[in-house]
Protein backbone atom coordinates (compact mmCIF):
# COMPACT_ATOMS: atom_id res chain seq x y z
CA UNK A 1 0.00 0.00 0.00
CA UNK A 2 0.95 3.29 -0.70
CA UNK A 3 1.70 5.67 2.20
CA UNK A 4 1.07 8.75 1.86
CA UNK A 5 4.76 10.75 2.84
CA UNK A 6 4.87 14.35 4.43
CA UNK A 7 6.26 17.38 2.39
CA UNK A 8 9.85 16.61 4.13
CA UNK A 9 11.92 13.47 3.21
CA UNK A 10 14.48 12.08 4.87
CA UNK A 11 17.07 10.10 2.69
CA UNK A 12 18.88 7.05 4.40
CA UNK A 13 21.61 5.34 2.78
CA UNK A 14 24.01 2.37 3.81
CA UNK A 15 27.07 1.49 2.14
CA UNK A 16 28.79 -1.43 1.46
CA UNK A 17 32.66 -1.06 0.46
CA UNK A 18 34.87 -3.36 -1.51
CA UNK A 19 38.39 -3.29 -0.29
CA UNK A 20 41.24 -5.04 -2.37
CA UNK A 21 43.67 -6.05 -0.13
CA UNK A 22 47.68 -5.87 -1.09
CA UNK A 23 48.88 -8.97 -0.23
CA UNK A 24 51.62 -10.44 -2.22
CA UNK A 25 49.86 -13.59 -3.37
CA UNK A 26 45.97 -13.95 -3.57
CA UNK A 27 43.53 -15.19 -1.35
CA UNK A 28 43.07 -19.31 -1.87
CA UNK A 29 46.26 -19.85 -4.10
CA UNK A 30 49.96 -18.81 -4.75
CA UNK A 31 49.09 -16.34 -7.38
CA UNK A 32 51.27 -12.56 -7.23
CA UNK A 33 48.46 -10.22 -6.35
CA UNK A 34 49.58 -7.84 -8.65
CA UNK A 35 47.51 -5.32 -10.91
CA UNK A 36 48.63 -3.78 -14.50
CA UNK A 37 49.61 -7.11 -15.78
CA UNK A 38 49.06 -8.71 -19.62
CA UNK A 39 45.96 -10.59 -19.31
CA UNK A 40 45.79 -14.03 -17.96
CA UNK A 41 49.47 -14.27 -17.16
CA UNK A 42 48.81 -14.34 -13.22
CA UNK A 43 46.65 -17.65 -13.23
CA UNK A 44 46.47 -21.18 -11.79
CA UNK A 45 44.28 -24.06 -11.68
CA UNK A 46 43.48 -22.71 -8.21
CA UNK A 47 41.95 -19.01 -9.10
CA UNK A 48 40.72 -20.49 -12.20
CA UNK A 49 38.58 -22.37 -10.95
CA UNK A 50 39.73 -25.96 -12.09
CA UNK A 51 38.27 -29.61 -11.39
CA UNK A 52 40.15 -31.52 -8.28
CA UNK A 53 42.30 -28.26 -7.01
CA UNK A 54 41.49 -26.84 -3.48
CA UNK A 55 41.70 -23.62 -2.11
CA UNK A 56 44.05 -22.63 1.31
CA UNK A 57 43.57 -19.28 3.17
CA UNK A 58 46.12 -16.72 2.74
CA UNK A 59 47.48 -15.80 6.60
CA UNK A 60 48.27 -12.38 5.54
CA UNK A 61 44.63 -11.54 4.08
CA UNK A 62 43.34 -12.85 7.24
CA UNK A 63 45.83 -10.45 9.31
CA UNK A 64 45.03 -7.92 7.14
CA UNK A 65 40.94 -8.23 7.68
CA UNK A 66 41.30 -8.29 11.58
CA UNK A 67 43.60 -5.17 11.45
CA UNK A 68 40.37 -3.89 9.88
CA UNK A 69 38.19 -4.84 12.23
CA UNK A 70 40.24 -3.80 14.82
CA UNK A 71 40.30 -0.29 13.43
CA UNK A 72 36.55 -0.05 12.95
CA UNK A 73 36.13 -1.13 16.44
CA UNK A 74 34.24 -4.24 15.88
CA UNK A 75 33.85 -7.47 17.25
CA UNK A 76 36.01 -10.52 16.06
CA UNK A 77 33.91 -13.80 15.98
CA UNK A 78 36.50 -16.49 17.45
CA UNK A 79 35.25 -18.65 14.71
CA UNK A 80 34.82 -17.89 11.01
CA UNK A 81 33.48 -19.48 8.10
CA UNK A 82 33.65 -19.07 4.41
CA UNK A 83 30.67 -19.92 2.42
CA UNK A 84 29.73 -20.55 -1.53
CA UNK A 85 27.62 -17.63 -3.01
CA UNK A 86 26.14 -19.43 -6.24
CA UNK A 87 25.88 -16.99 -9.41
CA UNK A 88 26.59 -17.48 -13.44
CA UNK A 89 28.94 -15.54 -14.75
CA UNK A 90 32.06 -15.17 -17.18
CA UNK A 91 34.29 -13.74 -15.18
CA UNK A 92 33.13 -15.93 -12.30
CA UNK A 93 35.00 -19.29 -13.52
CA UNK A 94 34.21 -21.09 -10.63
CA UNK A 95 30.54 -20.69 -10.91
CA UNK A 96 30.53 -19.54 -7.16
CA UNK A 97 32.25 -16.98 -5.43
CA UNK A 98 33.84 -18.26 -1.61
CA UNK A 99 32.71 -15.44 0.62
CA UNK A 100 31.23 -15.47 3.97
CA UNK A 101 28.03 -15.78 4.85
CA UNK A 102 26.60 -16.30 8.42
CA UNK A 103 30.32 -16.38 10.13
CA UNK A 104 31.96 -13.10 8.65
CA UNK A 105 35.44 -11.97 10.46
CA UNK A 106 33.85 -9.01 12.12
CA UNK A 107 30.64 -7.10 13.09
CA UNK A 108 28.91 -4.49 15.36
CA UNK A 109 31.88 -1.69 14.81
CA UNK A 110 31.38 2.15 13.92
CA UNK A 111 33.42 4.67 12.36
CA UNK A 112 33.89 8.17 13.54
CA UNK A 113 33.30 10.90 11.12
CA UNK A 114 33.85 14.26 10.94
CA UNK A 115 31.12 16.44 8.94
CA UNK A 116 32.25 19.22 6.31
CA UNK A 117 30.58 21.23 9.50
CA UNK A 118 33.33 19.92 11.61
CA UNK A 119 30.64 17.57 13.23
CA UNK A 120 31.54 14.81 14.47
CA UNK A 121 29.16 11.58 13.40
CA UNK A 122 29.48 7.52 14.32
CA UNK A 123 28.73 5.65 11.79
CA UNK A 124 27.74 1.97 13.00
CA UNK A 125 29.60 -1.25 10.87
CA UNK A 126 27.33 -4.06 10.74
CA UNK A 127 30.01 -6.00 9.33
CA UNK A 128 33.07 -6.72 7.83
CA UNK A 129 34.01 -9.86 5.60
CA UNK A 130 36.58 -11.48 3.50
CA UNK A 131 35.96 -12.87 -0.14
CA UNK A 132 37.53 -13.21 -3.24
CA UNK A 133 37.25 -11.05 -6.18
CA UNK A 134 36.20 -11.72 -9.68
CA UNK A 135 38.33 -11.46 -12.92
CA UNK A 136 37.58 -8.48 -14.97
CA UNK A 137 35.23 -8.41 -18.31
CA UNK A 138 36.81 -6.13 -21.00
CA UNK A 139 34.00 -5.22 -24.07
CA UNK A 140 35.84 -4.71 -27.20
CA UNK A 141 33.90 -2.63 -29.23
CA UNK A 142 35.81 -3.17 -32.64
CA UNK A 143 35.24 -6.95 -32.65
CA UNK A 144 32.04 -6.63 -31.26
CA UNK A 145 33.48 -9.05 -28.54
CA UNK A 146 33.87 -9.38 -24.76
CA UNK A 147 36.92 -10.63 -23.48
CA UNK A 148 37.84 -11.71 -19.50
CA UNK A 149 41.25 -11.59 -17.89
CA UNK A 150 41.67 -13.58 -14.78
CA UNK A 151 44.48 -11.80 -13.18
CA UNK A 152 42.07 -10.26 -10.96
CA UNK A 153 40.35 -13.68 -10.29
CA UNK A 154 41.19 -14.37 -6.05
CA UNK A 155 41.97 -10.96 -5.54
CA UNK A 156 41.47 -11.03 -1.68
CA UNK A 157 38.74 -8.64 -0.53
CA UNK A 158 37.27 -7.12 2.51
CA UNK A 159 33.39 -5.84 2.12
CA UNK A 160 32.55 -3.40 5.19
CA UNK A 161 28.99 -2.85 5.45
CA UNK A 162 28.08 0.07 7.00
CA UNK A 163 24.18 0.21 9.06
CA UNK A 164 21.52 2.56 7.00
CA UNK A 165 22.79 5.21 9.70
CA UNK A 166 23.66 7.95 6.62
CA UNK A 167 21.28 10.72 6.35
CA UNK A 168 22.79 12.38 2.79
CA UNK A 169 25.32 12.58 -0.25
CA UNK A 170 27.21 14.95 1.54
CA UNK A 171 27.56 12.62 4.52
CA UNK A 172 28.43 9.27 2.66
CA UNK A 173 31.40 11.35 1.05
CA UNK A 174 32.45 12.68 4.36
CA UNK A 175 32.10 8.76 5.91
CA UNK A 176 34.05 7.58 2.55
CA UNK A 177 37.07 10.49 3.52
CA UNK A 178 36.93 8.89 6.92
CA UNK A 179 36.86 5.19 6.05
CA UNK A 180 39.38 5.51 3.49
CA UNK A 181 42.02 7.15 5.89
CA UNK A 182 41.90 5.03 8.53
CA UNK A 183 42.10 2.13 6.05
CA UNK A 184 45.24 4.28 4.34
CA UNK A 185 46.67 4.92 7.95
CA UNK A 186 46.87 0.86 8.05
CA UNK A 187 48.63 -0.45 4.87
CA UNK A 188 46.50 -3.32 3.85
CA UNK A 189 45.50 -1.61 0.36
CA UNK A 190 46.24 1.35 -1.80
CA UNK A 191 42.89 2.36 -1.14
CA UNK A 192 42.81 3.49 -5.42
CA UNK A 193 39.35 3.95 -6.35
CA UNK A 194 40.66 4.60 -10.10
CA UNK A 195 42.44 0.96 -9.90
CA UNK A 196 39.42 -0.58 -8.33
CA UNK A 197 41.23 -1.50 -5.03
CA UNK A 198 37.97 0.91 -3.58
CA UNK A 199 34.81 0.20 -5.03
CA UNK A 200 31.57 1.13 -3.07
CA UNK A 201 28.07 0.38 -3.50
CA UNK A 202 24.81 2.63 -2.01
CA UNK A 203 21.72 1.64 -0.75
CA UNK A 204 19.49 4.65 -0.27
CA UNK A 205 15.79 4.70 0.52
CA UNK A 206 13.66 7.91 1.21
CA UNK A 207 11.17 8.25 4.55
CA UNK A 208 8.64 11.07 5.81
CA UNK A 209 9.81 12.99 8.62
CA UNK A 210 9.78 11.29 11.64
CA UNK A 211 8.77 8.16 9.73
CA UNK A 212 9.95 4.87 12.29
CA UNK A 213 10.42 2.66 9.45
CA UNK A 214 12.32 2.86 6.68
CA UNK A 215 11.37 2.88 3.07
CA UNK A 216 12.28 0.61 0.15
CA UNK A 217 16.02 0.97 -0.66
CA UNK A 218 17.45 0.83 -4.33
CA UNK A 219 21.36 -0.37 -4.31
CA UNK A 220 23.35 1.90 -6.83
CA UNK A 221 26.89 0.75 -8.83
CA UNK A 222 29.32 1.40 -10.92
CA UNK A 223 30.27 4.82 -9.64
CA UNK A 224 34.00 4.96 -9.92
CA UNK A 225 35.19 8.23 -7.27
CA UNK A 226 33.79 9.49 -4.21
CA UNK A 227 32.34 12.69 -6.14
CA UNK A 228 30.59 10.02 -8.50
CA UNK A 229 28.63 8.20 -5.46
CA UNK A 230 27.83 11.35 -4.32
CA UNK A 231 26.40 12.85 -7.28
CA UNK A 232 24.33 9.21 -7.80
CA UNK A 233 22.65 9.90 -4.61
CA UNK A 234 21.78 13.17 -5.05
CA UNK A 235 20.35 12.13 -8.47
CA UNK A 236 18.53 9.22 -6.78
CA UNK A 237 17.37 10.79 -3.95
CA UNK A 238 15.54 13.38 -5.76
CA UNK A 239 14.27 10.87 -8.69
CA UNK A 240 13.02 8.99 -5.42
CA UNK A 241 11.22 12.31 -3.87
CA UNK A 242 9.95 12.76 -7.39
CA UNK A 243 8.54 9.12 -7.56
CA UNK A 244 6.26 9.22 -4.37
CA UNK A 245 5.43 12.64 -4.59
CA UNK A 246 3.69 11.48 -7.66
CA UNK A 247 2.12 9.28 -5.73
CA UNK A 248 4.79 6.70 -7.34
CA UNK A 249 6.07 4.00 -5.08
CA UNK A 250 9.66 2.70 -5.10
CA UNK A 251 10.43 -0.43 -6.47
CA UNK A 252 13.26 -2.56 -4.83
CA UNK A 253 16.29 -2.87 -7.49
CA UNK A 254 19.68 -2.36 -8.53
CA UNK A 255 20.47 0.41 -11.19
CA UNK A 256 23.62 1.86 -12.90
CA UNK A 257 24.93 5.22 -12.24
CA UNK A 258 26.24 6.54 -15.56
CA UNK A 259 28.72 9.51 -15.44
CA UNK A 260 27.97 10.64 -18.80
CA UNK A 261 24.42 10.70 -18.42
CA UNK A 262 24.54 11.89 -14.87
CA UNK A 263 21.04 9.44 -14.50
CA UNK A 264 21.14 6.11 -12.71
CA UNK A 265 18.83 3.12 -14.61
CA UNK A 266 17.70 0.22 -13.65
CA UNK A 267 19.46 -3.00 -14.17
CA UNK A 268 18.04 -5.62 -12.05
CA UNK A 269 14.56 -5.30 -10.45
CA UNK A 270 14.08 -7.87 -6.76
CA UNK A 271 12.20 -10.13 -9.15
CA UNK A 272 15.39 -10.54 -11.01
CA UNK A 273 17.78 -10.48 -8.25
CA UNK A 274 20.09 -13.59 -7.96
CA UNK A 275 19.35 -16.33 -4.78
CA UNK A 276 23.09 -17.24 -4.24
CA UNK A 277 22.12 -20.43 -2.56
CA UNK A 278 24.34 -19.98 0.32
CA UNK A 279 26.28 -22.84 1.52
CA UNK A 280 29.34 -23.90 3.74
CA UNK A 281 32.45 -24.09 1.33
CA UNK A 282 33.49 -27.80 2.13
CA UNK A 283 36.68 -27.66 1.00
CA UNK A 284 37.61 -24.84 3.68
CA UNK A 285 37.47 -25.80 7.59
CA UNK A 286 36.14 -23.11 10.06
CA UNK A 287 38.98 -21.01 11.06
CA UNK A 288 39.59 -20.65 15.18
CA UNK A 289 40.45 -17.31 15.82
CA UNK A 290 42.24 -17.71 19.04
CA UNK A 291 43.34 -14.77 21.62
CA UNK A 292 47.36 -15.08 20.53
CA UNK A 293 46.19 -14.03 16.52
CA UNK A 294 44.20 -11.51 17.69
CA UNK A 295 47.35 -10.06 20.24
CA UNK A 296 49.70 -10.30 17.46
CA UNK A 297 47.63 -8.51 14.90
CA UNK A 298 46.57 -5.40 17.58
CA UNK A 299 49.87 -4.84 18.30
CA UNK A 300 50.72 -4.07 14.14
CA UNK A 301 48.29 -1.55 14.32
CA UNK A 302 49.46 1.90 14.00
CA UNK A 303 48.03 5.07 16.01
CA UNK A 304 44.80 6.09 13.82
CA UNK A 305 43.76 9.32 12.17
CA UNK A 306 41.52 9.95 14.89
CA UNK A 307 43.63 9.46 17.87
CA UNK A 308 46.22 11.30 16.41
CA UNK A 309 44.45 14.08 15.70
CA UNK A 310 43.18 14.58 19.31
CA UNK A 311 46.93 14.04 20.11
CA UNK A 312 47.88 16.83 17.87
CA UNK A 313 45.75 19.27 19.12
CA UNK A 314 46.44 18.01 22.76
CA UNK A 315 50.19 17.46 22.26
CA UNK A 316 51.19 20.46 20.03
CA UNK A 317 48.04 23.23 20.52
CA UNK A 318 47.04 22.66 16.89
CA UNK A 319 43.87 24.01 15.77
CA UNK A 320 41.34 21.60 14.82
CA UNK A 321 41.70 22.62 11.61
CA UNK A 322 45.30 22.51 11.26
CA UNK A 323 45.21 19.15 12.83
CA UNK A 324 42.84 17.80 10.17
CA UNK A 325 44.99 18.84 7.39
CA UNK A 326 47.64 17.62 8.68
CA UNK A 327 46.37 14.17 9.58
CA UNK A 328 44.50 13.84 6.76
CA UNK A 329 48.04 12.20 5.00
CA UNK A 330 50.30 10.00 6.85
CA UNK A 331 53.44 11.32 5.36
CA UNK A 332 52.30 14.74 6.16
CA UNK A 333 51.84 13.74 10.07
CA UNK A 334 55.28 11.76 10.13
CA UNK A 335 56.74 15.15 8.59
CA UNK A 336 55.33 17.44 10.97
CA UNK A 337 55.87 15.45 13.84
CA UNK A 338 60.13 15.33 12.93
CA UNK A 339 59.83 18.86 12.60
CA UNK A 340 58.45 19.17 15.79
CA UNK A 341 61.66 17.51 17.35
CA UNK A 342 64.25 20.16 15.72
CA UNK A 343 62.12 22.98 16.50
CA UNK A 344 59.36 24.55 19.24
CA UNK A 345 56.81 26.61 17.62
CA UNK A 346 54.93 24.16 16.60
CA UNK A 347 51.86 26.72 15.38
CA UNK A 348 54.54 28.17 13.00
CA UNK A 349 55.43 24.70 11.92
CA UNK A 350 51.75 24.25 10.65
CA UNK A 351 51.50 27.41 9.48
CA UNK A 352 54.56 26.66 6.83
CA UNK A 353 53.95 23.52 6.16
CA UNK A 354 49.44 23.68 5.23
CA UNK A 355 50.52 27.24 3.49
CA UNK A 356 53.65 28.14 1.33
CA UNK A 357 54.84 24.04 1.23
CA UNK A 358 51.10 22.31 0.68
CA UNK A 359 50.87 24.87 -2.20
CA UNK A 360 53.92 24.35 -3.41
CA UNK A 361 53.07 20.73 -3.57
CA UNK A 362 49.72 21.02 -5.48
CA UNK A 363 51.53 23.61 -7.99
CA UNK A 364 53.75 20.59 -8.65
CA UNK A 365 50.22 18.09 -8.90
CA UNK A 366 52.45 16.02 -6.42
CA UNK A 367 52.39 13.91 -3.04
CA UNK A 368 54.04 14.54 0.19
CA UNK A 369 55.45 11.27 -0.23
CA UNK A 370 57.45 11.79 -3.57
CA UNK A 371 58.93 15.19 -2.29
CA UNK A 372 62.29 15.59 -1.58
CA UNK A 373 62.97 18.24 1.54
CA UNK A 374 63.87 16.52 4.55
CA UNK A 375 62.47 17.84 7.96
CA UNK A 376 65.91 19.64 8.54
CA UNK A 377 66.05 21.69 5.44
CA UNK A 378 62.19 23.00 6.52
CA UNK A 379 63.29 24.16 9.84
CA UNK A 380 66.60 25.49 8.58
CA UNK A 381 64.40 27.64 6.17
CA UNK A 382 61.93 28.68 9.36
CA UNK A 383 65.17 29.54 11.61
CA UNK A 384 66.57 31.98 8.62
CA UNK A 385 63.25 33.99 8.68
CA UNK A 386 63.19 34.10 12.32
CA UNK A 387 67.48 35.66 12.15
CA UNK A 388 65.93 37.65 9.09
CA UNK A 389 68.28 36.39 6.44
CA UNK A 390 64.99 35.66 4.84
CA UNK A 391 61.72 37.70 4.32
CA UNK A 392 58.62 35.63 4.21
CA UNK A 393 59.12 36.27 -0.01
CA UNK A 394 62.66 34.88 -0.51
CA UNK A 395 61.73 31.83 2.32
CA UNK A 396 59.22 30.80 0.12
CA UNK A 397 61.58 31.18 -2.64
CA UNK A 398 63.77 29.06 -0.77
CA UNK A 399 61.37 26.48 -0.40
CA UNK A 400 60.46 26.26 -4.01
CA UNK A 401 63.96 25.95 -5.42
CA UNK A 402 64.83 23.59 -2.69
CA UNK A 403 61.94 21.32 -3.29
CA UNK A 404 63.44 21.51 -7.46
CA UNK A 405 66.80 21.17 -7.37
CA UNK A 406 67.39 19.03 -3.67
CA UNK A 407 70.35 21.50 -3.01
CA UNK A 408 70.17 22.21 0.52
CA UNK A 409 69.03 25.65 2.02
CA UNK A 410 72.40 27.24 2.61
CA UNK A 411 73.57 26.58 -1.20
CA UNK A 412 70.10 27.78 -2.02
CA UNK A 413 70.54 31.20 -0.33
CA UNK A 414 74.13 31.46 -2.04
CA UNK A 415 73.62 30.57 -5.31
CA UNK A 416 70.55 32.78 -5.46
CA UNK A 417 71.31 35.66 -4.10
CA UNK A 418 68.19 34.78 -1.71
CA UNK A 419 70.07 36.31 1.68
CA UNK A 420 68.14 39.64 3.15
CA UNK A 421 69.78 42.88 1.99
CA UNK A 422 70.72 44.32 5.78
CA UNK A 423 73.58 46.34 4.39
CA UNK A 424 72.38 50.09 5.09
CA UNK A 425 74.14 52.08 2.48
CA UNK A 426 72.35 49.62 -0.29
CA UNK A 427 69.00 50.30 1.37
CA UNK A 428 69.32 54.08 2.21
CA UNK A 429 70.23 53.91 -1.72
CA UNK A 430 66.60 51.75 -2.60
CA UNK A 431 65.09 54.47 -0.08
CA UNK A 432 66.55 57.39 -1.97
CA UNK A 433 65.04 56.51 -5.17
CA UNK A 434 61.80 55.74 -3.68
CA UNK A 435 61.18 59.17 -2.37
CA UNK A 436 62.38 60.36 -5.49
CA UNK A 437 59.72 58.44 -7.35
CA UNK A 438 57.24 58.67 -5.29
CA UNK A 439 56.56 62.53 -3.61
CA UNK A 440 53.17 62.47 -2.72
CA UNK A 441 53.25 59.58 -1.12
CA UNK A 442 56.32 61.73 0.70
CA UNK A 443 53.99 64.01 1.25
CA UNK A 444 51.44 61.88 3.24
CA UNK A 445 53.87 60.44 5.46
CA UNK A 446 55.16 63.95 5.99
CA UNK A 447 51.44 64.57 7.26
CA UNK A 448 51.30 61.74 9.54
CA UNK A 449 49.67 58.83 7.18
CA UNK A 450 51.64 55.58 9.02
CA UNK A 451 49.94 53.22 6.36
CA UNK A 452 51.97 55.30 3.26
CA UNK A 453 55.13 54.27 4.88
CA UNK A 454 53.59 50.73 4.25
CA UNK A 455 53.83 51.45 1.24
CA UNK A 456 56.88 52.33 0.31
CA UNK A 457 58.04 49.51 2.06
CA UNK A 458 56.28 47.25 -0.34
CA UNK A 459 58.08 49.58 -2.99
CA UNK A 460 60.98 48.50 -1.50
CA UNK A 461 60.37 44.83 -1.23
CA UNK A 462 59.23 44.83 -4.84
CA UNK A 463 62.98 46.56 -6.08
CA UNK A 464 64.80 44.50 -4.16
CA UNK A 465 62.79 41.33 -5.47
CA UNK A 466 61.90 40.57 -1.97
CA UNK A 467 65.64 40.76 -0.17
CA UNK A 468 65.95 44.29 1.33
CA UNK A 469 64.97 43.96 5.09
CA UNK A 470 61.68 45.69 5.76
CA UNK A 471 62.24 46.60 9.36
CA UNK A 472 65.70 48.57 8.28
CA UNK A 473 63.23 50.04 5.43
CA UNK A 474 60.90 51.15 7.18
CA UNK A 475 63.31 52.98 9.60
CA UNK A 476 65.49 54.92 7.44
CA UNK A 477 61.81 56.04 5.46
CA UNK A 478 61.06 57.36 9.19
CA UNK A 479 64.39 58.84 9.85
CA UNK A 480 64.81 60.42 6.02
CA UNK A 481 61.03 61.60 7.03
CA UNK A 482 61.31 62.54 9.98
CA UNK A 483 57.28 61.06 10.03
CA UNK A 484 54.93 61.93 12.57
CA UNK A 485 53.38 58.86 13.86
CA UNK A 486 50.30 59.12 14.55
CA UNK A 487 49.59 55.79 16.80
P1 LIG B 1 20.20 -6.98 1.81
O1 LIG B 1 19.86 -8.16 2.61
O2 LIG B 1 19.13 -6.47 0.93
O3 LIG B 1 21.54 -7.07 1.13
P2 LIG B 1 21.37 -5.71 4.08
O4 LIG B 1 20.58 -5.64 5.35
O5 LIG B 1 22.46 -6.70 3.97
O6 LIG B 1 20.35 -5.81 2.88
O7 LIG B 1 21.96 -4.29 3.83
C1 LIG B 1 22.73 -4.00 2.71
C2 LIG B 1 23.08 -2.54 2.78
O8 LIG B 1 21.91 -1.76 2.59
C3 LIG B 1 23.63 -2.09 4.12
O9 LIG B 1 24.69 -1.17 3.90
C4 LIG B 1 22.47 -1.42 4.80
O10 LIG B 1 22.91 -0.38 5.64
C5 LIG B 1 21.73 -0.84 3.63
N1 LIG B 1 20.28 -0.72 3.85
C6 LIG B 1 19.44 -1.65 4.34
N2 LIG B 1 18.18 -1.20 4.36
C7 LIG B 1 18.21 0.07 3.84
C8 LIG B 1 17.22 1.07 3.58
N3 LIG B 1 15.92 0.86 3.80
N4 LIG B 1 17.63 2.23 3.05
C9 LIG B 1 18.93 2.46 2.77
N5 LIG B 1 19.89 1.56 3.00
C10 LIG B 1 19.55 0.37 3.53
ZN1 LIG C 1 46.05 -18.76 -8.79
MG1 LIG D 1 23.45 -7.89 1.94
Redesign the pocket.
Known sequence: MNQPLGQKYET?????VHLQLSTRTKIFCGCANVFGRDPNTQTCPVCLGLPGTLPVLNKMALEYALKIAMALNCQINPLIKFDRKNYYYPDLPKGYQISQYDKPVAYDGHVWMTTVDGQTRKINI?RAHLEEDAGKLIHDDRSNSSLVDYNRTGTPLVEI????DLRSPQEVYDYLQALKLTLEYLHVSDCDMEKGSLRCDA???IRGAGQKI????T?LKNMNSFKAVRTALEFEEKRQREVVSSGGRIIQETRLWSEEKGTTVTMRSKEEAHDYRYFPEPDLVPFDIDDALIEEVRRSIPELPRQKFERFVGEYGLSEYDARIIVADQHIAHFFEACTKLYVDTKKISNWLNGPLLQELNVRKMGFSDIKIKPEDFIAIIRKVDENVLSNLTAKETLKQVLDTGKDVAAVIRDAGLAQVSDSSALEGIVDELIREHQNVVGQIREGKASAIGFLVGQAMRKSQGKANPKMIGEIIQRKLSAKSDA
Open positions: VIGLEKVSEPNVSFGTKE
